[in-house]
T-cell receptor, first 109, second 114 residues
Framework: RKEVEQDPGPFNVPEGATVAFNCTYSNSASQSFFWYRQDCRKEPKLLMSVYSSGNEDGRFTAQLNRASQYISLLIRDSKLSDSATYLCVVIRHTGKLIFGQGTTLQVKP | DADVTQTPRNRITKTGKRIMLECSQTKGHDRMYWYRQDPGLGLRLIYYSFDVKDINKGEISDGYSVSRQAQAKFSLSLESAIPNQTALYFC?????????????FGSGTRLTVV
């Protein structure tokens, strides 16, 4: 079993839709959590941090559930420019990043 | 200039050849990493270094070696390239004082071994 698991998708949604991704992690000692965005053939870039209290940045909301060991990302009012792969990332207490395989989102006109 | 620079951006090499991928950073971070990305597998850690004198194997270090020449430079070598090392390689840095804020990645090196 992978330490960080995501549904690879692809998720195909129309513009304006709300879409949610989930990610589960197996190491309960994991310390920090993030969502990264990766455009095709480009480097991953930090999208947002994830906290138990929830974290909102414009149309994006991230949530951490430590008891169930999952992380979510909600995108409201999807734009064409949101099309990308979204990587769930977990940081161990040692500082090492563990990446999920990514969830691909395609927003259609 | 980019904070994390990788060279070359693209490389095609033959099986059995030695090849070096280079990474330099201007962020002043102590921690540097090499990852490879394959379709459907996400990013996997090859080697990492927490300072100039520290080198550690990641989850897939076989067939690779690294050199941390300075705080700003971390090179990855394939001593004898094989086709299943064809992948997208990323270098990344992090500041151990800012561990909660993630990493900065280079633009990647696309390596093809034929």
């Amino acid at each position: 079993r992978k330490e960080v698991e995501q549904d690879p998708g692809p998720f195909n949604v129309p513009e304006g839709a709300t879409v949610a991704f989930n990610c589960t992690y197996s190491n309960s000692a994991s310390q920090s959590f993030f969502w990264y965005r990766q455009d095709c053939r480009k480097e991953p870039k930090l999208l947002m941090s994830v906290y138990s209290s929830g974290n909102e940045d414009g149309r994006f909301t991230a949530q951490l559930n430590r008891a169930s060991q999952y992380i979510s990302l909600l995108i409201r009012d999807s734009k064409l420019s949101d099309s990308a792969t979204y990587l769930c990332v977990v940081i161990r207490h040692t500082g090492k990043l563990i990446f999920g395989q990514g969830t691909t989102l395609q927003v259609k006109p | 200039d980019a904070d994390v620079t990788q060279t070359p951006r693209n490389r095609i090499t033959k099986t059995g050849k030695r090849i070096m991928l280079e990474c330099s950073q201007t962020k002043g971070h102590d921690r540097m990493y090499w990852y490879r990305q394959d379709p459907g597998l996400g990013l996997r850690l090859i080697y990492y270094s927490f300072d100039v004198k520290d080198i550690n194997k990641g989850e897939i270090s076989d067939g690779y070696s690294v050199s941390r020449q300075a705080q700003a430079k971390f090179s990855l070598s394939l001593e004898s390239a094989i086709p299943n090392q064809t992948a997208l390689y990323f270098c990344a840095t992090s500041d151990d004082g800012q561990i909660g804020y993630g990493y900065t990645f280079g633009s990647g090196t696309r390596l093809t071994v034929v």
